[in-house]
């Protein structure tokens, strides 16, 4: 019997369960990384009751949105701030407003 065909003495089976186990682990994550990293992911094809999504969900677009341009600079506003002499004037209507509102609630019959 050619030496690759005979089994391991027992010192050595121990080292070969535990490089088969290292190996298998490897190439567990090595699948479920790639699995995460398909264009189709698993969950699209589970059913509900395993954790896939449920039946009413849109599908997913075709082409992959563009990420947000973070470092675009946004266009000039047209709108100029408003001067403080437009500021105060805003400040007094909106207390006129707020006066008038009071006035109105204070009158009102109560139910």
């Known amino acids: 019997m050619t030496a690759w065909l005979r089994p391991p003495p027992k010192h050595q089976s121990h080292r070969l369960q535990g490089r088969c186990r290292g190996v298998a682990l490897v ?4 699948v479920s990384l790639a699995a995460c990293a398909s264009p189709n992911p698993i969950a699209d ?4 009751s395993m954790g896939g999504l449920p039946a009413n969900v849109p599908a997913r677009p075709a082409v992959a ?6 470092h675009d600079m946004p266009q000039q506003r047209e709108a100029k ?8 004037q805003l ?7 707020r006066a008038r509102q009071e006035s109105i ?3 009102a019959p109560t139910r």
Do not use: H, M
């Open 27 to 30: 190439i567990g994550l090595a």
């Open 45 to 48: 094809n589970l059913p509900t």
């Open 65 to 70: 949105p563009e990420f947000l341009r973070v």
């Open 81 to 88: 701030p408003l001067s403080e002499e437009e500021r105060k």
């Open 91 to 97: 400040e007094a209507d909106l207390v006129a407003v």
């Open 105 to 107: 609630n204070i009158n």
